[in-house]
């Protein structure tokens, strides 16, 4: 149903729907008071001209009755972008557990003789999606303090827990450069706090004079990535036209454009071709800091089948708390990782199918089941991914029974709060609104797609459980539209509108975010400078 037949028939049939939903729920253990402006606040919202033969669906529910409180078009089958995340970290918290860890190795390929190992180093990942740099220098700090000083053959890098496709079915060959897009391994490096894994990141300095070549460095150091062209310095005040990109299946970087002479230095994000490989690279780099030489120093995949003996091993942090940055920070990394790492423990094989199998069967224990919906990644990169409001509702409302619940509430965004890993997607969005620090919800965004799931209290101290999805549009991306949802929840009413067929009184108020309401191929490409 368009938006355009919503404004025909919303103000008789739709009135009637949650007038007869709310009666049919008056059994139910305190129900939350019926709403009678409901319907036609949120048909107000939803008649934003931006939605013009687009396809919104929406439900809202009693989170503690189940009660239905609204709902249009919750049956859909709708693009849900990063929304799916809330299922597969929900399905690897059931599954995994919330204490599961992931644990990375470095074993010996060979025999030691005093400070000579005869053989090769094996750095064998364990599905560390949160793997930093640093980790890998305590590591390398473990094999010099066993007194390890020279290796006769060569750093083997075994990402080899999981299977070898790197990249989820359906992803975007024109988004394999950047961040939000990385290639899936067992063994893989974040070189930053936000595990934004199988990254380097790139920084621009631009030189003392004007007409200086800027300055470039990588960080990881041993990133494997062949420099191309430059990147000038211009005048001071000179637009910003620098740019870095990583040319496709090569490591390799085009530089060109020019920095402002005096202008703060720029830094790109650009993902890595083969990432077991790359760690491993970054491995030997800190075993080289910490006297321990390698012979070989070229760095070659492993083969799985390698016979080793343990030496030194590192632990994530539980699952409980990695999935914070996946969730507010909406990590596609991290969600592959859970997905591919479901599969190997629950089912022997580290692949997007026995993963997704897994997480459907999780999603049929807890009878959140109809319509079947399609599934193909865990981060929902995908457009192949189809979900229903009404499923996501459904999860909303199963997931409270669970012990891991409070952890995965909490990792959720929280609308209007600055901190970062508090508000994440949500940071700068409802601010100043009843929604900011209430709704906690998730968001999914791509061109095309805004989507919005979670949780909001309403003044009168109901816990609701909500789902709005809007999918093809064209045009600006219309955050205020799902924000107005969000806001009026929180709010318990709704100031009238002079102009129901664009209603600017039922937008969303000013966010305080200075970033543009354009289109967007992924909700952080604003940041990349990739809209």
């Known amino acids: 149903m368009t938006a355009r037949l919503q404004r025909r028939t919303l103000p008789l049939a739709a009135v009637m729907l949650a007038a007869s939903l709310l009666v049919g729920s008056a059994q139910a253990d305190t129900p939350a008071p019926a709403d009678p402006t409901l319907t036609t606040d949120l048909g107000a919202i939803l008649a934003d001209a931006r939605l013009t033969n687009a396809q919104a669906g ?48 470095v074993r010996t390929a060979g025999n030691v003789h005093g400070p000579v190992l005869v053989g090769d180093l094996l750095l064998r990942g364990g599905g560390d999606p949160s793997l930093r740099p640093g980790d890998l220098d305590d590591l390398a700090a473990r094999v010099a303090n066993s007194g390890i000083t020279t290796v006769t053959g060569r750093v083997l890098a075994d990402g080899t827990r999981y299977d070898s496709t790197p990249y989820g079915p359906g992803w975007a060959w024109d ?19 936000e595990y934004t894994m199988d990254t380097v990141q790139v920084t621009v300095t631009p030189g003392a004079n004007p007409g200086d070549d800027a300055r470039v460095s990588l960080s990881p150091a041993e990133a494997p990535m062949q420099l191309n062209g430059k990147i000038t310095t211009g005048a001071a005040g000179s637009t910003t036209t620098a740019d870095v990109e990583r040319r496709r299946s090569v490591n390799s970087l085009d530089l060109n454009g020019s920095l402002p002479s005096g202008a703060a230095p720029v830094t790109f994000w650009q993902t890595v071709e083969d990432p077991a490989v790359y760690t491993g690279d970054v491995f030997a780099g800190a075993l080289e800091r910490h006297g321990v030489h390698v012979i070989h120093n070229d760095v070659r995949a492993a083969t799985g089948t390698e016979d080793t003996q343990p030496l030194a091993s590192h632990d994530s942090a539980p699952l409980s708390e990695l999935v914070v940055p996946m969730l507010k920070l909406s990590n596609n990394g991290m969600a592959e990782h859970l997905t591919k790492e479901i599969g190997k423990v629950k089912a022997g094989q580290g692949t997007w199918t026995a993963g997704i199998t897994q997480i459907k069967n999780f999603l049929v224990a807890n009878s959140i089941t109809t319509p079947a919906g399609r599934q193909v990644d865990g981060s929902g990169l995908s457009r192949y991914d189809l979900i229903t409001p009404a ?141």
């Not at 394999?176 to 063994?187: A, K, V």
């Not at 609308?415 to 929604?435: E, H, Q, S």
């Open 58 to 105: 929406v439900q809202i529910i009693d989170a503690d009755t189940g009660q239905v409180l609204y709902q249009h078009q919750p049956d859909a089958l709708l693009t849900p972008a990063s929304t799916l995340k809330t299922v597969t970290s929900a399905a690897a918290l059931e599954l995994l557990g919330a204490d599961h860890r992931f644990t990375t190795e």
């Open 175 to 193: 988004d394999q450069p950047y961040s939000y897009s990385p290639q899936i391994s067992g063994l893989t490096v974040a070189p930053d706090s």
């Open 391 to 531: 499923k996501m509702t459904g999860l909303l409302k199963a997931a409270q029974t669970k012990p891991w619940y409070q952890a995965w509430y909490n990792a959720l965004p929280v609308a209007g709060n600055p901190d970062r890993l508090v508000g994440g997607t949500l940071a700068n969005r409802m601010r100043g609104t009843a929604a900011a620090n209430n709704v906690h919800a998730k968001t999914g965004s791509m061109s095309g797609v805004d989507n919005l799931t979670g949780y909001v209290t309403t003044p009168d101290g109901h816990h609701l459980a909500f789902t709005a999805m809007l999918n093809n549009f064209t045009g600006p991306v219309p955050h205020g539209i799902l924000d107005a949802i969000a806001v009026r929840l929180a709010t318990g009413h709704q100031a009238p509108s002079s102009s129901p067929a664009a209603p600017r009184s039922l937008a969303a108020p000013s966010t305080g975010s200075t970033a543009p309401d354009t289109g967007t191929r992924w909700e952080d490409c604003e940041s990349l400078h990739r809209c």
